[in-house]
């Protein structure tokens, strides 16, 4: 899962996969040129586009479908610097209002009414 603000693309690939690589696809997705684009996991830049995945910690076993690893994403400013990495928090759903929880105790004991 790569994150800029608040987007967020989710991408899959093979664990060998280069840094390169996925800079590749960003730019398919993005129209970003790889050079303006900075990838950090957590807070460490990952610099060396040639190194794999693998080389950041990042495996099948760390990385998987219902718990995916996240990539930040930064792009170059018009100034030559790399814009901040902001990750803007996903959303949590809101709260079931009070008549859609029911009463937990009773919710076995309420009879069903059958059509006739």
Known sequence: MIRRKKTTIFIDVKETTSIFGIKEIIKGIMKVPVENQQLYKDSTILA??????????????TAKAQMPATLGLCFRKEDGNFEELELTPLSNPPELPDVMRGNQEDAGSQPIAQAS
């Open 48 to 61: 060396d586009d040639s190194r794999p995945l693998t080389d950041y910690g990042l495996t099948s076993a």
